[in-house]
């Protein structure tokens, strides 16, 4: 019996995307990360998300920022809005807000996210805006070759730190329950299928939600987040872990060596359309 070759097996695995529905939610264009990029189990995560709970692609939005994540929108096809370094939290209010029936998904890198946009992150999640923020943590500045980021290991050897990095990570979960994120959780690329539960989950909450997912740069980082690495750290969350418990939330989010997979936290509260329709109430449909 002879092996199909390649271009048959490829068919297969097409028609298998077309009959799961996912492709509806795929662009024509083709991921341009490197080969063995976490980031790929993220964009399957997402159009996995949407295909299961039949989100409306005109009534879509991805937004995204700067750095290797930022490529994001051009995968989906969905509306996507690709912003300037750090600002997916500010765009993606607005546009939340310009239109409540919107899903709105902000699609951010460790960098991005927490360097030059750490400062958008305590408003969007104390406001409790009704968006999902995905942040891909690879641990480095991958678009620009390879630069030290603020969720960099200690000891790890860049461009900007060639002899070991002296600094300690932020703890990124610790400073979103911190803020008043309304659900918070984490997930690693090398496990797809949970993965896919984690955005889904993340995407049907009302309210700001926040997904840490962990993903190597397997062109930049050889001894940190590696899969290798991050197979051995990487952890379920307890099972007997109360997600409305805020302070157990916080203790697990202590463990940085050991990562916990799972929801961490949430917590169901008026969203910021919620409060603006309060306000509107209270005014008696004045401006002021």
């Not at 700067?66 to 370094?85: D, E, K, M, Q, W």
């Not at 001894?223 to 099972?239: D, M």
């Not at 007997?240 to 997979?261: G, I, R, V, Y």
């Given at each position: 019996?002879?092996?199909?070759?390649?271009?048959?097996?490829?068919?297969?695995?097409?028609?298998?995307?077309?009959?799961?529905?996912?492709?509806?939610?795929?662009?024509?264009?083709?991921?341009?990360?490197?080969?063995?990029?976490?980031?790929?189990?993220?964009?399957?995560?997402?159009?996995?998300?949407?295909?299961?709970?039949?989100?409306?692609?005109?009534?879509?939005?991805?937004?995204?920022?700067?750095?290797?994540?930022?490529?994001?929108?051009?995968?989906?096809?969905?509306?996507?809005?690709?912003?300037?370094?750090?600002?997916?939290?500010?765009?993606?209010?607005?546009?939340?807000?310009?239109?409540?029936?919107?899903?709105?998904?902000?699609?951010?890198?460790?960098?991005?996210?927490?360097?030059?946009?750490?400062?958008?992150?305590?408003?969007?999640?104390?406001?409790?805006?009704?968006?999902?923020?995905?942040?891909?943590?690879?641990?480095?500045?991958?678009?620009?070759?390879?630069?030290?980021?603020?969720l960099s290991a200690v000891g790890l050897r860049t461009t900007?730190?060639?002899?070991?990095?002296?600094?300690?990570?932020?703890?990124?979960?610790?400073?979103?329950?911190?803020y008043g994120a309304s659900w918070v959780g984490q997930a690693?690329?090398?496990?797809?299928?949970?993965?896919?539960?984690?955005?889904?989950?993340?995407?049907?909450?009302?309210?700001?939600?926040?997904?840490?997912?962990?993903?190597?740069?397997?062109?930049?980082?050889?001894?940190?987040k590696t899969y290798v690495n991050l197979g051995l750290q990487?952890?379920?969350?307890?099972?007997?872990?109360?997600?409305?418990?805020?302070?157990?939330?916080?203790?697990?989010?202590?463990?940085?060596?050991?990562?916990?997979?799972?929801?961490?936290?949430?917590?169901?509260?008026?969203?910021?359309?919620?409060?603006?329709?309060?306000?509107?109430?209270?005014?008696?449909?004045?401006?002021?």
């Amino acid at each position: 019996m002879s092996i199909p070759a390649m271009p048959v097996f490829v068919d297969v695995k097409l028609r298998e995307v077309q009959e799961s529905g996912r492709l509806e939610y795929r662009s024509r264009s083709l991921p341009t990360w490197c080969p063995g990029c976490g980031y790929f189990s993220i964009v399957e995560g997402v159009t996995h998300a949407c295909n299961e709970m039949g989100i409306s692609r005109d009534q879509s939005v991805v937004v995204s920022g700067i750095g290797c994540a930022s490529r994001f929108p051009f995968f989906v096809n969905l509306y996507g809005f690709h912003t300037l370094h750090g600002r997916v939290l500010p765009v993606a209010t607005g546009i939340k807000t310009a239109n409540d029936r919107l899903t709105v998904i902000g699609i951010g890198g460790d960098g991005d996210g927490f360097a030059i946009g750490g400062g958008h992150i305590s408003h969007a999640a104390k406001r409790n805006v009704d968006i999902t923020y995905l942040l891909f943590d690879n641990g480095i500045y991958g678009l620009t070759k390879g630069q030290t980021s603020p969720l960099s290991a200690v000891g790890l050897r860049t461009t900007t730190t060639p002899f070991e990095n002296p600094e300690r990570p932020l703890n990124p979960l610790m400073m979103l329950l911190s803020y008043g994120a309304s659900w918070v959780g984490q997930a690693y690329a090398g496990h797809p299928d949970h993965l896919r539960e984690m955005i889904t989950q993340a995407v049907a909450h009302r309210g700001f939600s926040y997904l840490h997912i962990l993903s190597p740069c397997v062109t930049f980082d050889k001894t940190s987040k590696t899969y290798v690495n991050l197979g051995l750290q990487v952890r379920n969350l307890p099972e007997n872990h109360d997600p409305s418990n805020l302070m157990a939330a916080m203790h697990q989010a202590q463990d940085m060596d050991h990562p916990a997979l799972g929801l961490y936290y949430q917590q169901f509260r008026p969203t910021l359309g919620d409060t603006f329709e309060q306000v509107s109430a209270k005014a008696g449909g004045h401006g002021t």
